[in-house]
């Protein structure tokens, strides 16, 4: 029995699975800026980055059901460096705001390269993922700014996220399917 020959993954694909990367390491880098916060007996913070942590595992796993629906090998990989020390809440926040500028030009890049191998399905793919962006960026920057504004004022940026709501929760009917299940 002859063995066929696999057709080399395209640009996007093997972007993809980067992303895939991407998302896991940074719902890590969540649950260690939320770890921080719980320690430090802000409860409103800890939740949000807890929430932002399971949002980013979904996205991984939304990749990695697209993969397997178009019929592409997904490996799950290990995370990268997670950084766990931190002098100031401003000092997580920016990370945080950081990391989701840093994944919007991944997803740019994403779907920039599905429309130049004129992947209409992977560029419909993505086109979730760019709006997502948006959001998640300008969740981030108005964390950001509340947090500077508090003066340092800790009980005022607990009291924001206890009132407000910042983002979608992760709860968009829109999403994509998550292998496993939304958590």
Do not use: C
């Not at 178009?70 to 950081?98: C, K, M, W, Y």
Request: proline share 3%.
């Amino acid at each position: 029995m002859a063995l066929t020959k696999k057709q080399p993954r395209s640009k996007f694909y093997e972007l993809l699975q980067g992303q895939v990367h991407n998302e896991f390491n940074a719902s890590q880098q969540y649950i260690a800026l939320a770890v921080w916060f719980d320690n430090e007996d802000l409860p409103q913070l800890a939740k949000h980055f807890y929430k932002q942590a399971k949002e980013e595992r979904n996205h991984a796993m939304a990749i990695v059901q697209y993969m397997m629906d178009t019929d592409h090998h997904v490996e799950i990989p290990g995370t990268g460096e997670v950084r766990n020390d931190f002098s100031d809440v401003a000092e997580l926040v920016q990370l945080a705001l950081d990391q989701e500028k840093e994944v919007a030009a991944d997803i740019k890049t994403l779907a920039k390269a599905a429309r130049s191998e004129d992947d209409y399905q992977g560029e419909q793919f993505m086109q979730w993922f760019l709006k997502e962006q948006v959001e998640e960026v300008a969740q981030m920057e108005t964390l950001a700014k509340i947090v500077r504004r508090s003066n340092g004022n800790l009980f005022d940026v607990e009291a924001f996220l206890y009132r407000e709501s910042v983002g979608d929760g992760g709860e968009d009917a829109m999403m994509p399917p998550v292998a496993g299940g939304v958590i």
